[in-house]
């Protein structure tokens, strides 16, 4: 026996620390390969939080923005509990964003959200305000890029296009609706918009851009570009 030649008192203490399973191999009680009585580590099972939903974000836009309360969904406000609240409807979604129209119960909507996910919630990345007296620009204002195709929509008459960013700068251009252009350079806000350089021409309003899929043929409204 490996403890024979020890001292009774102190046999049984050498035996109960080669008890512990660290000790174990070192002591000669157990194999390298840690057969034999182990001490198991217990990994914490870790409760997966639930995403924020993107109707929270709109919800506290309209409280601290707004002061007014909040109905997650436009066909669901009924009369009388939800007059004089602000209300959402989903438009559409594209590339991981929302888009959302904002306005009052019962009534015209004033503002359109596109809501970007980050990280489990959701933030607002584009805001415009309408006017429910004019009509909109026709499809959603996603968000551009340099590079890509786009097309001139809802202007009523032509996009101008100027020789730098900026509603004092030279008119070099009027593109009508549905020309197509491509988008080589920007943003610069400059006079109230976010200027974008269109491939060949010059720069012009992104309101009165979109992409093709959300550009129907009929003008709607005169540019302020």
């Given at each position: 026996m490996l403890f024979s030649s020890l001292p009774t008192g102190v046999t049984a203490a050498v035996v109960a620390l080669c008890a512990t399973a660290a000790l174990a191999v070192a002591c000669g009680l157990v194999g390298g390969d840690g057969?034999?009585?182990?001490?198991?580590?217990?990994?914490?099972s870790v409760t997966q939080q639930p995403a924020v939903p993107p109707e929270e974000a709109l919800r506290l836009f309209v409280q601290r923005r707004l002061n007014q309360?909040?109905?997650?969904?436009?066909?669901?406000?009924?009369?009388?509990?939800?007059?004089?609240?602000?209300?959402?409807?989903?438009?559409?979604?594209r590339s991981g964003l929302l888009a959302y129209e904002?306005?009052?119960?019962?009534?015209?909507?004033?503002?359109?959200?596109?809501?970007?996910?980050?990280?489990?919630?959701?933030?607002?990345?584009?805001?415009?305000?309408?006017?429910?007296?004019?009509?909109?620009?026709?499809?959603?204002?996603?968000?551009?890029?340099?590079g890509v195709a786009v097309v001139v929509a809802g202007t009523g008459d032509c996009l101008r296009v100027r020789e730098r960013a900026?509603?004092?700068?030279?008119?070099?251009?009027?593109?009508?609706?549905?020309?197509?252009?491509t988008v080589s350079s920007g943003p610069v806000e400059i006079d109230g918009f976010e200027w974008w350089q269109l491939e060949g021409y010059g720069w012009a309003a992104g309101n009165w851009l979109r992409y093709p899929e959300e550009a129907p043929a009929s003008p709607t409204e005169t540019p302020e570009g």
């Open positions: 057969a034999g009585d182990e001490d198991k580590t217990t990994t914490p309360g909040f109905v997650a969904d436009c066909d669901a406000a009924q009369r009388p509990d939800d007059v004089a609240k602000q209300c959402a409807r989903l438009l559409g979604e904002l306005g009052p119960t019962f009534a015209e909507y004033t503002r359109l959200i596109i809501l970007k996910q980050v990280g489990d919630t959701w933030t607002i990345e584009h805001l415009e305000n309408r006017d429910p007296n004019l009509p909109p620009v026709p499809g959603i204002p996603w968000p551009l890029e340099v900026g509603i004092q700068a030279p008119e070099i251009a009027c593109l009508d609706d549905g020309a197509a252009v």
